[in-house]
């Protein structure tokens, strides 16, 4: 069965540095998004993207952040400048079409520890 | 502006118990609802989801829900409870006009044989 497959599963880094979060979608899949989750709080939007542009955005994801997908598989999150409270499990989605009739199928996440 | 609340941050159930966990949404219009489960290590995944129609619905393993548009909740319920079912579960809204979904805070479920 298809799934979506993040990398690393968990990632330390120094306050300060910039780290990319890797996701490769589920193939035939045309919408993505970025979900996080601070420890003991609820997951959180982040972003959807679609036909190589941002098509909405929380106001958590400021200009530290940036999503690109660079080769038509993978789907990246990068956080330019990280900050202790970026620390959180960082979720990938992917789905086929938009209406919510549509499954949103996730990765497994990513654990981001900024130390 | 969407809400969701899971009042239970942690349930306990002896295996073979029936179970509810309980969802309240705030939102204007009707609301696309629902359930996934997040295993250790593992990604979400969808166990049910109600957008219009019949109020109960049925998900994946063993697995059902009931809209109750009066009490804007979706709460989730299953007959026995397995061991296998122990796990976080988390409470979603989605609407027609956004792609986000919008999250509860999660139910863990621990399960006692």
């Known amino acids: 069965e298809p799934e979506v497959t993040q990398t690393p599963s968990h990632q330390v880094t120094q306050m300060g540095q910039e780290v990319i979060l890797r996701c490769v979608p589920i193939?035939?899949?045309?919408?993505f998004y970025w979900y996080r989750q601070i420890l003991g709080q609820k997951v959180e939007f982040l972003v959807s993207?679609?036909?190589?542009?941002?098509?909405?955005k929380s106001e958590i994801f400021d200009d530290q952040f940036s999503v690109e997908r660079p080769d038509g598989s993978n789907f990246t999150l990068k956080i330019r400048s990280t900050k202790l409270e970026d620390s959180a499990m960082y979720f990938c989605?992917?789905?086929f079409g938009r209406g919510a009739n549509n499954e949103q199928f996730f990765g497994p996440g990513t654990r981001l520890t900024v130390l | 502006a969407q809400s969701v609340t899971q009042p239970d941050i942690h349930i306990t159930v002896s295996e073979g118990a029936s179970l509810e966990l309980r969802c309240n949404y705030s939102?204007?219009?009707?609301?696309?609802l629902f359930w996934y489960v997040q295993s250790p290590g593992q990604g979400l995944q969808l166990l049910l989801k109600?957008?219009?129609?019949?109020?109960l619905v049925q998900g994946i393993k063993g697995f059902e829900a009931e809209f109750k548009r009066s009490q804007s909740s979706f709460n989730l319920r299953k007959p026995s409870v397995h061991w296998s079912d122990a796990a976080e579960y988390f409470c979603?809204?989605?609407?027609?006009?956004?792609?986000?979904?919008?999250f509860g805070t999660g139910t863990r479920l621990q399960v006692f044989p």
């Open positions: 193939s035939n899949h045309l919408y």
């Open positions: 979603a809204v989605g609407a027609q006009d956004t792609d986000k979904l919008i």
């Open positions: 989605a992917s789905r």
């Open positions: 993207f679609y036909n190589n542009e941002i098509s909405e």
């Open positions: 109600y957008f219009s129609g019949d109020t």
């Open positions: 939102y204007g219009a009707t609301p696309y």
